[in-house]
């Protein structure tokens, strides 16, 4: 049973950074499909970048430039690097997952129907 676990969540100004961690436990690690994905209150949940088991990455148009998703295969970790953090980043943040690789058509790797594992959040926090 995979299990993941959010840490790094925290208060910061705009223009500040945060580095999210996502903890994997029993995921397979020859092939999958994991992305991170926010919730702002009273809004749906979107996603915001996604890493295939290969390194290939996608992003939300909103976070390009600013993010980076990774992926360490040894320590079990996968993470999100953000900068130049802005008000509109504020929300609770979740880290996914999927077995299976992510797939050819890039904007499936956003979308919640994808994944089928999630872990329990952790909140962003950025004031203006």
């Known amino acids: 049973q995979v299990q993941l676990v959010e840490s790094g969540g925290g208060s910061v100004q705009a223009g500040g950074t945060l580095r999210l961690s996502c903890a994997a436990s029993g995921y397979t690690y020859s092939s999958y499909c994991m992305a991170w994905f926010r919730q702002a209150p009273g809004k749906e949940r979107e996603g915001v970048a996604a890493?295939?088991?290969?390194?290939?990455?996608t992003y939300a148009d909103s976070v390009k430039g600013r993010f980076t998703i990774s992926m360490d295969n040894a320590k079990n970790t996968l993470s999100l690097q953000m900068n130049s953090l802005e008000p509109d980043d504020t929300a609770m943040y979740y880290c996914?997952?999927?077995?299976?690789?992510?797939?050819?058509?890039?904007?499936?790797?956003?979308?919640?129907?994808?994944?089928?594992?999630w872990g329990q959040g952790t909140q962003v926090t950025v004031s203006s």
């Open positions: 996914a997952y999927d077995f299976g690789r992510c797939g050819l058509n890039r904007d499936t790797w956003l979308s919640t129907r994808r994944y089928n594992t």
């Open positions: 890493i295939d088991r290969n390194g290939s990455t």
